[in-house]
């Protein structure tokens, strides 16, 4: 059987059946503890095993810094090229807090790295200023984190509570 007749053939039965939809309702279906599994869900498997693909309280895609330590939230306007990284505690829930006035996004793309700074867009009147938030509005580095994949990297830098991250981005879907 030719690849393509397969595939469609799956297509098919994965319509029929309704593909981990519980019923015609089109709600997820529940796990073995009867809660659901829906993409901001952690049923079914331990906290620190998870990914990140769920998006975070912005509406973003969130990455790990460090152990667990940190996280990142990156939100995305297609229109304006516009990026905002919000830096979140381990919890993804609190606001994590930085003293640096930028953090990097570093692109390498066919071998030629550029270095992208997004600046600190929340500061306060603490001594020295802290920021969580980090905004650039650049449409070039919008589309190489859009592309990342094989032939784009991209890397993100960033100093919290005196410790130095570097957590490299990866390929995301958009349907949010």
């Given at each position: 059987m030719?690849?393509?007749?397969l595939?469609?053939l799956?297509?098919?039965?994965c319509?029929?059946?309704?593909?981990?939809?519980?019923?015609?309702?089109?709600k997820?279906?529940?796990?073995?503890?009867g809660?659901?599994a829906?993409p901001?869900?952690?049923?079914?498997?331990d906290?620190?095993?998870h990914d990140?693909?769920a998006?975070g309280?912005?509406?973003g895609h969130?990455?790990e810094i460090?152990?667990?330590?940190?996280?990142?939230?990156?939100?995305?306007?297609?229109?304006?090229g516009k990026?905002?990284?919000?830096l979140l505690?381990g919890?993804?829930?609190?606001?994590?807090?930085?003293t640096?006035?930028s953090?990097v996004i570093s692109?390498?793309?066919r071998?030629?790295t550029?270095?992208?700074?997004?600046?600190?867009?929340?500061q306060?009147?603490?001594?020295p200023?802290q920021?969580?938030?980090?905004?650039?509005t650049?449409p070039?580095?919008?589309?190489?984190?859009?592309q990342?994949?094989?032939a784009?990297k991209a890397v993100?830098?960033?100093s919290i509570?005196g410790?130095?991250?570097?957590?490299?981005f990866?390929?995301h879907?958009h349907?949010?």
């Amino acid at each position: 059987m030719r690849a393509s007749t397969l595939l469609l053939l799956i297509s098919a039965l994965c319509l029929a059946i309704g593909c981990g939809k519980d019923d015609a309702s089109g709600k997820p279906a529940a796990d073995a503890t009867g809660q659901t599994a829906g993409p901001d869900s952690h049923a079914g498997h331990d906290h620190h095993d998870h990914d990140h693909a769920a998006l975070g309280p912005h509406g973003g895609h969130v990455m790990e810094i460090g152990e667990e330590q940190y996280h990142a939230e990156w939100t995305h306007d297609n229109t304006s090229g516009k990026i905002t990284i919000y830096l979140l505690d381990g919890e993804i829930k609190d606001d994590a807090w930085s003293t640096a006035e930028s953090i990097v996004i570093s692109t390498t793309i066919r071998d030629k790295t550029e270095d992208y700074q997004l600046v600190a867009a929340n500061q306060d009147d603490q001594n020295p200023p802290q920021a969580s938030k980090f905004e650039i509005t650049s449409p070039n580095l919008l589309t190489a984190l859009n592309q990342v994949g094989e032939a784009v990297k991209a890397v993100l830098k960033v100093s919290i509570g005196g410790d130095s991250f570097t957590k490299a981005f990866e390929a995301h879907n958009h349907d949010h």
